[in-house]
């Protein structure tokens, strides 16, 4: 019975995300926005998160297993590489340096952020532990 009741709020989470992507999907085509859908989805329950209009605990199993099983969702992409085989012989090696370039780019970028903020929040933590006198 527990198994059933976990399977349930996981999928129950799982919806949750999707009604916060359509509504994404239905603001960008609405406002016309420049930005994708599943960005303008990020941004908005990280809105939600911040406004704690919604706990993180809410969503933690769904957001779990969406990432857990996060290559399922890439195969549909490889498969349609298959149909894409002339491309392929043209321009693969180049789709292959763009892929390579970003990648490391994208990780670079993303070790920048952690080390920042990690280093914002050793200072906060400091400076909370050691309230100035006087203040």
Do not use: C
């Amino acid at each position: 019975m527990r198994k059933i009741e976990n399977g349930l709020l996981t999928l129950g989470q799982i919806l949750v995300l999707a009604l916060i992507w359509l509504i994404a999907d239905y603001l960008v085509h609405r406002f016309h926005l420049p930005i994708p859908a599943n960005l303008t989805g990020m941004l908005l329950l990280l809105v939600l998160v911040f406004s704690r209009v919604v706990k993180v605990d809410w969503l933690r199993k769904g957001a779990s297993w969406l990432l857990a099983e996060m290559l399922l969702f890439f195969v549909p992409a490889v498969v349609a590489v298959v149909n894409y085989q002339p491309l392929m012989r043209q321009q693969g090696l180049r789709i292959m340096l763009v892929l390579v370039i970003s990648t490391i780019v994208v990780i670079a970028v993303t070790a920048w952020v952690v080390d920042k903020l990690y280093r914002f929040e050793l200072k906060w933590a400091r400076r909370k532990s050691h309230p100035v006198k006087g203040a």
